[in-house]
């Protein structure tokens, strides 16, 4: 899950944020999407916009063990990463 923060790490709901994500290991990204019910956006490729401050990147691992790391960025914030096994 993605959440859009203000500066106490409180969630912005009205946040309309364009993402892009970047995965590097042996997991994919499988889908990417805020779960807005009325959107023409393309849940298989790597950009969405939040929706009420959320999104969400599901990824998908082969059989391959290892680590995957996924990459959030944002226009005007920092890149945000996390490491998964």
Do not use: W
Request: net charge negative.
């Amino acid at each position: 899950m993605i959440d859009i923060l203000d500066e106490r790490g409180q969630l912005v709901p009205d946040a309309e944020i364009n993402l892009i994500a970047n995965t590097a290991g042996v997991a994919r990204l499988a889908g990417f999407g805020s779960g807005n019910p009325i959107t023409d956006e393309d849940y298989t490729d790597n950009k969405t916009v939040t929706y009420k401050g959320h999104a969400c990147a599901v990824l998908r691992s082969g059989y391959e063990k290892g680590q995957t790391k996924l990459t959030i960025k944002a226009q005007g914030f920092d890149d945000k990463s996390i490491i998964l096994e």
